[in-house]
């Protein structure tokens, strides 16, 4: 009980954070107000929509709780009123992000499991749900995104959906799992920043394909 | 009755003029017919496909209605034939346009409001109907959507949607509601062409994000 | 019965070779190990899962088959360890892209055909199946889809669907269509690619649009 209005305060603040990064990737382009608007939706929403659209969870999340798309214009529209300001926020966004994908990835492997899915399709829903608005936010900027090829993030949600959805498998309680599996997920995040860590890399010089 | 047959004659005339400003982007980018005629269909009908994948809205209207892909690519077929000419046509192609983008408008507002959903979720989804599309034939011209930073054009929907959806909620009548609506819409889109009104940008010049 | 299980098999070979040039895709823009195996997944399962979404046919396959998932972040990894020999097997992968290409086109169309759909809607669902993976592979490649300028593809694709299709319509046997529709369809690929078939280029040139 404790643990899902928790999961839910802290999914909320992520969906705010998430917008204000979507914002702030459009200012970078110039884009205009509606541009700005949109972004920030895509991003804060776009994961949890591509799951419900793959697993045909209707209606989507934010078709139910339309008052979504108002706190992602409100949060880009704080977004560009503090535009000034919130380079300094750097490491608290950092740090935001870090709990929101976390957060946001166990929603995901929840609904997959409660729609029946086996293991390996929950810890999926959590990674699309964490990682997919920020790759739609990329290419709408008209850029190869970003979670190609910076620190690691859809790893550190694959790792927490693993742990979660398998402690849950092993009998676990579903309220310790999630805090152990986002305090891992968190840790683990916050060093890869810290430390640079990222996948390797492919190098394919090769003429062909 | 009279209203909606109007709108559906409209709606019509707007998968064919969209469909040929998707096939003039594919020429821009000298795809071939194959490319030509699929940027056609998408530009054409890539916005009411968005809209009921996101509100379950099944079967996608042009696959019940598959000759409708027979009219988008005759619609490429004919840009390709006139593309000589079709230049000179500018000012007819941005009227057919913002007749297209109000009369879609209101039927995408429609649809959802026959599925039961609230006010903010018929007007989204009268934007997603009118707009999408577009978006779509930008990203697979890898561009950044022009949605982003053109003239109003998806304010033009929401303002559209709003008075439609606004006035059926008081109590009026939908065909006058309809048609009032897209007036209103009509003039607002083809002012802001013709004196370049724009939402303002945001400019965000920070490395960070 | 034979020949449902010659599809199988060569559609799970079609999926192999999708993941690897999808990886290799992946490969020539340095992405990280991350972007590697989500772009064979996506090159691999992308077709397949627009048209499942378009025709509302859940639950989708690799949702039902995860391991296909392994499948394709297993030839990903495949990819990665033989880079520096897999350009020497670019004809091979040519054949294996065509069988590939006309194998799932059939398998696309018996899933529209099955839900109950007309025969123009059963010849682009298998075009979707067969081509749609290749044009999100590019656009998170950030650059503007092959399929819209390279040697007969989708033509191939719908040409196979055509044959197909319209010979079961003519009450033809579905295993006869199919070795006949592929060996069509195969044929008319190899032979585009060695004498650089392509359709014809729509070149526009003007400003406006």
């Known amino acids: 009980m404790h643990t899902t209005m928790l999961i839910e305060v802290f999914s909320f603040v992520a969906i705010v954070a998430w917008a204000m990064t979507g914002a702030l990737a459009a200012g970078r382009r110039s884009m205009d107000w509606v541009g700005v608007f949109i972004l920030a939706a895509v991003t804060a929403l776009g994961g949890g929509t591509m799951r419900d659209v ?10 139910e709780r339309p008052w979504l798309l108002g706190l992602t214009t409100a949060a880009a529209l704080a977004a560009i009123a503090f ?3 919130i380079h300094r926020l ?15 990835t166990i ?3 929840d609904v997959a499991r409660q729609l029946g899915h086996p293991m390996a399709i929950a810890v999926l829903a959590g990674m699309i749900t964490g990682c997919a608005g920020g790759v739609v936010r990329d290419i709408l900027c008209n ?10 993030y859809a790893s550190v949600s694959i790792v927490t959906g693993i742990l979660y959805v398998g402690g849950l498998e092993l009998g676990f309680d579903a309220g310790v799992m999630a805090i152990a599996a986002a305090a891992a997920g968190l840790a683990l995040r916050l ?19």
């Open 54 to 63: 793959f697993l045909d969870h209707y209606p989507l999340y934010w078709v």
């Open 107 to 109: 929603v995901g492997c």
């Open 191 to 209: 060093l890869a920043v810290r430390f640079s860590w990222g996948m390797p890399r492919f190098v394919y010089t090769k003429d062909w394909v």
């Open 90 to 104: 750097k490491n608290t966004f950092i740090l935001l992000d870090a709990v929101g994908l976390v957060v946001v």
């Open 83 to 85: 535009a000034r300001f």
């Open 143 to 152: 850029q190869i995104p970003l979670l190609f090829s910076s620190e690691l």
